[in-house]
């Protein structure tokens, strides 16, 4: 039972720290306009350092963006891994197929044209130069193709004899050391993902929300979700957030752009104020990268303008000091 317990408790704080490193990683992309992200496996990025901060993989973060719909995965390649670290880099080698040994050569057949020789290039004689002799003419073999003809490449094990084409490759991991072959190794895709810019504005404007609330909460406030007010001419109203404390109380209202257009930027905050001209409640509107001119307002209206979802929250507190 205390066994059952425990697991539970980690799997709520994993669940937490995956939670903070996809709200960080919506704030990140959507304020940065990131529109694809390539990932360079073995390799650090923002993304991996979002990842690391909670204590999760980077692959983790990313599954889980892609289950909320705001990245797209496309396999743009794929790769060999270590099995046992992850790398992606090695020492190639090659190997017998039939016992194993690592002693093998290389026999590349080759025909010379000029006086009808063939014989295995590896074992032709040099001159002084480096030029590859005739073993039959003792001449330089000349031009490729021209001159002298590959006809074939073969292998040898120098541990057995047999002759093969292909020979098994071994590959030595640069990190860790392992060493393996293609039936140990871990194969799979590597994913470039596409951003989907409106179904990460949701996402962070869930994030923003959810951040003003704590905000307002921490400095003794009541917030209530989804609350009713009672309009000027006396109807009921739902507006996203009410903060309370005491006799004092004020609608809140969050404000972004959407889209990198300053136009629908503008007009994003302008109804925003329009939402407020029918009550006479307080109402304070949080706005991130909100166009500046806006400085005329109703008067039971107060704004807090931040560069930055970040810069906007430490306003907030500020102001509720
Ligand atoms: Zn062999
Ligand atoms: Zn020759
Ligand atoms: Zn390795």
Do not use: F, I, W, Y
């Given at each position: 039972m205390a066994g059952t317990g425990s697991l539970r408790h980690d799997e709520m704080v994993y669940l937490k720290s995956l939670a903070n490193a996809l709200q960080e990683l919506v704030v990140s992309l959507f304020e940065e306009g990131v529109s694809e992200i390539l990932v360079n496996p073995g390799e650090d990025d923002p993304y991996s350092k979002i990842a690391g901060r909670y204590g999760i993989s980077r692959e983790a973060l990313l599954e889980e963006a892609v289950k909320r719909g705001f990245l797209k995965p496309v396999v743009a390649d794929r790769l060999v891994f270590c099995?046992?670290?992850?790398?992606?880099s090695f020492k190639a080698r090659y190997a017998c197929?039939?016992?194993?040994?690592?002693?093998v050569e290389k026999n590349t057949l080759f025909s010379h044209?000029?006086?009808?020789y063939i014989g295995v290039l590896e074992s032709a004689p040099k001159d002084a130069r480096g030029n590859t002799l005739c073993p039959k003419c003792s001449r330089p073999l000349g031009t490729?193709?021209?001159?002298w003809v590959k006809i074939g490449v073969t292998y040898r094990c120098k541990g057995c004899g047999l002759t093969f084409s292909v020979p098994s490759t071994l590959l030595e991991c640069t990190s860790c050391g392992n060493v393996f072959d293609h039936r140990e190794a871990t194969y799979k895709e590597i994913y470039r993902y596409s951003v989907d810019r409106s179904i990460l504005a949701n996402a962070y404007g869930q994030v923003l929300s959810k951040r003003v609330a704590e905000a307002i909460a921490s400095k003794g406030y009541k917030v209530h979700f989804n609350a009713e007010i009672i309009t000027l001419s006396g109807l009921k109203k739902k507006v996203p957030m009410l903060a309370e404390k005491g006799s004092e109380k004020f609608v809140v209202e969050t404000v972004f752009?959407?889209?990198?257009?300053a136009v629908k930027a503008r007009e994003e905050v302008l109804n925003a104020y329009g939402r407020t001209l029918d009550s006479n409640e307080k109402h304070l509107i949080v706005a991130v990268?909100?166009?500046?001119?806006?400085?005329?307002?109703?008067?039971?209206v107060e704004t807090i303008r931040g560069d930055s979802l970040e810069d906007a929250i430490r306003k907030l507190r500020e102001k509720l000091k």
């Open positions: 099995p046992k670290c992850g790398n992606t197929p039939s016992c194993g040994s690592r002693d044209v000029m006086c009808g490729q193709d021209k001159d752009p959407r889209e990198d257009d990268k909100a166009p500046a001119e806006l400085s005329r307002k109703p008067e039971h």
